[in-house]
């Protein structure tokens, strides 16, 4: 029988391949809670479940089409999923207003994801992109 831990897993995990690495609507919509905030929302940026498909689907995704996530660590503590991953691909498209470079791209990413119900729920994060930027543009 699978645990509750491994549940919390495999919800973060199916999230991360599903709609980050292959853009799923469908999976998207079935993973986030109505109530879902994004604590680490950029200013500026929407903090609900719209923010957060906006940036992989409208930004990430034409920027980097060949998009691909590696999960490297998850930590569970209760309802909280910890996730150390790389977000990678070919710089091909505009990202943030650089144009494309060619260059491989691989952007370092903690976060934390509550799960509640088998759906995200919360969200805070930290990553590399603000580096990732500056080394495009050089």
């Known amino acids: 029988m699978e645990t509750m831990t491994e549940k919390n897993k495999a919800v973060v995990r199916r999230f991360n391949q599903e709609v980050i690495a292959e853009g799923n609507l469908v999976s998207f919509k079935e993973l986030m809670d109505e109530q879902f905030v994004n604590r680490s929302a950029p200013e500026g940026m929407s903090n609900g479940a719209d923010g957060m498909i906006y940036f992989f689907n409208e930004i990430l995704r034409p920027a980097m089409p060949d998009v691909h996530v590696t999960i490297h660590q998850q930590v569970v503590e ?3 999923v910890t996730t150390r991953k790389t977000i990678g691909g070919t710089h091909t498209g ?4 650089i ?11 903690i976060d934390i994801v509550r799960v509640k ?4 729920f919360e969200h805070w994060g930290i990553t590399s992109l603000p580096e990732v930027l500056t080394q495009l543009q050089n």
């Open 117 to 120: 119900d088998g759906k995200y």
């Open 94 to 97: 505009t990202l943030l207003g």
């Open 99 to 109: 144009p494309a470079t060619g260059k491989v791209v691989n952007i370092d990413v």
């Open 78 to 80: 209760r309802d909280l």
